[in-house]
T-cell receptor
């Protein structure tokens, strides 16, 4: 059973560009949450998707947007990249069997903005 | 969600039990305590959660005090691979996990 997968593993972008990160949840999971983790800090919640809708959002600007597809996979889009967006972006999935807070995380996408 | 307080860092000898404390004095009666850990350069990993009774799984044990204001995560026989940042989280009704600074556990050979 594959766990949570994310792509790409690493990404380098230039300030002002746009980026799309992808996540496939663990089998049987229907909820996807995205987190940003800056160096030396704990993960910060960006938003959560369930039934293809954004259900909860953290304190992130509208430059951060997402999407969930019918197969429960998800994308995170960041527009107008800033240097401060450099971070590890983590996707986590959860499902009915474990509940909302028993989340399984992918390995993350390391984004570097230059 | 209730605020949690954890020590910044702890050391533990390999093979010994690691006891990681967490204070959550503002926890409400129906709020669970969750523990995650993050090994360097990996995504966080769910460990265990509990409400009021002690819980045990293949990874760890969770002891919650009777007044529920604090808890302790116990790794019974710590190995070098248990070196990680451990997060104690009380999500409440927030529908999200709020990670604090956690405790850096270093298992020493």
């Amino acid at each position: 059973d594959a766990g949570v997968t994310q792509s790409p593993t690493h990404l380098i972008k230039t300030r002002g560009q746009q980026v799309t990160l992808r996540c496939s949840p663990k089998s049987g999971h229907d909820t996807v949450s995205w987190y940003q983790q800056a160096l030396g800090q704990g993960p910060q919640f960006i938003f959560q998707y369930y039934e293809e809708e954004e259900r909860q959002r953290g304190n992130f600007p509208d430059r951060f947007s997402g999407h969930q597809f019918p197969n429960y996979s998800s994308e995170l889009n960041v527009n107008a990249l800033l240097l401060g967006d450099s971070a590890l972006y983590l996707c986590a999935s959860s499902g009915p069997s474990g509940g909302l807070y028993e989340q399984y995380f992918g390995p993350g996408t390391r984004l570097t903005v230059t | 969600d209730a605020k949690t307080t954890q020590p910044t860092s702890m050391d533990c000898a390999e093979g010994r039990a690691a006891n990681l404390p967490c204070n959550h004095s503002t926890i409400s009666g129906n709020e669970y305590v969750y523990w995650y850990r993050q090994i360097h350069s990996q995504g966080p990993q769910y460990i265990i959660h509990g409400l009021k009774n002690n819980e045990t799984n293949e990874m760890a044990s969770l002891i919650i005090t009777e007044d529920r204001k604090s808890s302790t995560l116990i790794l019974p026989h710590a190995t070098l691979r248990d070196t990680a940042v451990y997060y104690c989280i009380v999500p409440g009704s927030a529908r999200q996990l709020t990670f604090g600074s956690g405790t850096q556990l270093t298992v020493l050979p």
